[in-house]
Nanobody, 119 residues
Framework: QVQLVESGGGLVQAGGSLRLSCAASGRYHMAWFRRAPGKERAFVATISKSGSNIYYADSLKGRFTISRDNAKNTGFLQMNSLKPEDTAVYYC????????????????WGQGTQVTVSS
């Protein structure tokens, strides 16, 4: 059974940084999505199994960086210059198909980690 365990969420002031981690039980294409209060879950970033293909939501380019350590089957989301509107539950997702920006690609999901950015 595939397991995804997220960590690294928390409370941070606007302008600060956080690094989320997602430990997987194997090697998969990985992505991060987020659900802000009162909104639907939205795509953040994705990285292919090899790490050679990376895509971001247009609005987050330049502030967020996705990466992975395949030796540890762990994915990361570095979030810089955080804004109050980045407040959300962040979900790690894994796909055996490919990396992409829509939820139905991803068969496995983590439990989510809360990120709160104060103004």
């Amino acid at each position: 059974q595939v397991q995804l365990v997220e960590s690294g969420g928390g409370l941070v002031q606007a302008g600060g940084s956080l690094r989320l981690s997602c430990a997987a039980s194997g090697r998969y294409h990985m992505a991060w999505f987020r659900r802000a209060p009162g909104k639907e879950r939205a795509f953040v970033a994705t990285i292919s199994k090899s790490g050679s293909n990376i895509y971001y939501a247009d609005s987050l380019k330049g502030r967020f960086t996705i990466s992975r350590d395949n030796a540890k089957n762990t994915g990361f989301l570095q979030m810089n210059s955080l804004k109050p509107e980045d407040t959300a539950v962040y979900y790690c997702a894994a796909s055996t198909i490919r990396a992409g920006d829509y939820e139905s690609l991803y068969e496995y999901w983590g439990q989510g980690t809360q990120v709160t950015v104060s103004s």
